[in-house]
């Protein structure tokens, strides 16, 4: 399954680092980049994040808010919030659902490891339209922010 451009984004309400729900209906008005990534404390995984944290203001200028999803526990996620000073929230798609069903998963990782998320970018509309996607075969790739810039000036 894969997600394109005019399609409606999967539904979603998962676990954030303070052990709350959060669901997509709750960002409906705002403009979403909507970030998957394989794991927490990854080099590449780290710098995407880090580069999102020091730019927020550019996606805030955007009218966009930011959302991260990894399968690792909210504990994990909470401590690499944590560790490198993360402003946006971070949820735990520990049971996979939400990174099939935007078709930005590896059945099978490095080390053997099962069911972890493709980094993928994806920004969604305040009606909840998808506009952009782009889910990446190779980990140590990192999406294309500036298409994702210019996708929300679009919006606005």
Do not use: H, W
Not at 97 to 110: D, L, M, P
Not at 126 to 141: C, I, N, P
């Amino acid at each position: 399954m894969s997600i394109s451009i005019g399609d409606t984004a999967p539904a979603f309400t998962l676990i954030n680092t303070e052990k709350k729900e959060v669901s997509l209906e709750n960002y409906r008005g705002k403009n979403v980049v909507l970030l998957f990534f394989p794991m927490a404390f990854t080099g590449v995984c780290t710098k995407e994040l880090c580069s999102m944290r020091d730019n927020i203001s550019e996606y805030s200028n955007l009218d966009a808010d930011i959302l991260a999803i990894s399968v690792d526990s909210p504990f994990t996620l909470g401590k690499f919030k944590s560790d490198q000073g993360l402003n946006f929230p971070l949820l735990s798609d520990f049971n996979k659902e939400v990174s099939r069903a935007y078709g930005s998963i590896y059945e099978e990782f490095v080390l053997g490891l099962k069911g972890v998320s493709k980094r993928s970018a994806f920004v969604i509309d305040k009606e909840g339209t998808v506009q952009y996607a782009e889910v990446l075969e190779s980990a140590g790739d990192l999406p294309d922010f500036s298409a994702v810039k210019d996708t929300l000036a679009k919006l606005n």
